[in-house]
């Protein structure tokens, strides 16, 4: 089945872009997305970048896609404190309409 | 008003003592799921809903149990709670495609 990675913890200073990695195993995921948890609040979807698809952008944020090397990134230009939160990537398992979640990324930002 | 909600959203609990945790959408979605969060874990889905009349169980069901009363209702219960069932539990809705779904905010269990 799909497995889904991404590391744990990421600090950035306020203003410099960030950089989110995740890789995972099922090359057969129709969507890629990237939520947003913040602090005592459920998943935000951010946004969802579609399979034959190699770069998305969506105002401050880029998603990036290397499907060779199943690995997908989401980039945050100009970050600020209130972009501190858990990001996860998440792809379709092998049956549509479970997704599987990474373990999230922990991004502080220092002002 | 949110269009997922959860209740309630903390709950401390014994073992042995039966759970139910509710959620409710009024985003008119058919797909409905169960997740339970832990630390460094990610989330884990449970169980999953594609319809009123359709339940699967999802990576982690062992120990709980779900009821799918309306298109608009999915409760999730833990029959006999332990310890290691305390995490966060989160509701969403969702699409077909693409597979989108929306959190309900999230209850905190503790089973002591």
């Known amino acids: 089945g799909e497995d889904v990675e991404q590391s744990l913890f990421l600090s950035v200073r306020e203003g410099d872009s960030s950089v989110i990695n995740c890789t995972y195993t099922?090359?057969?995921?129709?969507?890629l997305y990237w939520y947003k948890q913040e602090p005592g609040a459920g998943l935000q979807l951010l946004t969802y970048?579609?399979?034959?698809?190699d770069m998305k952008q969506d105002q401050r944020l880029t998603v990036l896609l290397n499907k060779k090397d199943k690995h997908l990134s989401l980039r945050i230009a100009d970050t600020q404190t209130g972009d501190s939160a858990i990001y996860f990537c998440?792809?379709?398992?092998?049956?549509?309409?479970?997704?599987?979640f990474g373990q999230g990324t922990e991004l502080s930002v220092k002002p | 008003d949110a269009d997922v909600t959860q209740t309630p959203r903390n709950r401390i609990t014994k073992t042995g003592k039966r759970i139910m945790l509710e959620c409710s959408q009024t985003?008119?979605?058919?797909?409905m799921y169960w997740y339970r969060q832990d630390p460094g874990l990610g989330l884990r889905l449970i169980y999953y809903?594609?319809?009123?009349?359709?339940?699967n169980k999802g990576e982690i069901s062992d120990g709980y149990s779900v009821s799918r009363q309306a298109q608009a209702k999915f409760s999730l219960s833990l029959e006999s709670a332990i310890p290691n069932q305390t995490a966060l539990y989160f509701c969403?809705?969702?699409?077909?495609?693409?597979?989108?779904?929306?959190f309900g905010p999230g209850t905190r269990l503790t089973v002591l």
């Open positions: 998440a792809g379709a398992g092998d049956q549509g309409g479970k997704l599987i």
């Open positions: 099922d090359s057969s995921s129709t969507y």
């Open positions: 970048i579609f399979s034959n698809m």
């Open positions: 985003k008119g979605h058919d797909r």
């Open positions: 809903s594609f319809d009123v009349k359709d339940i």
């Open positions: 969403a809705t969702g699409l077909a495609m693409p597979d989108t779904q929306y």
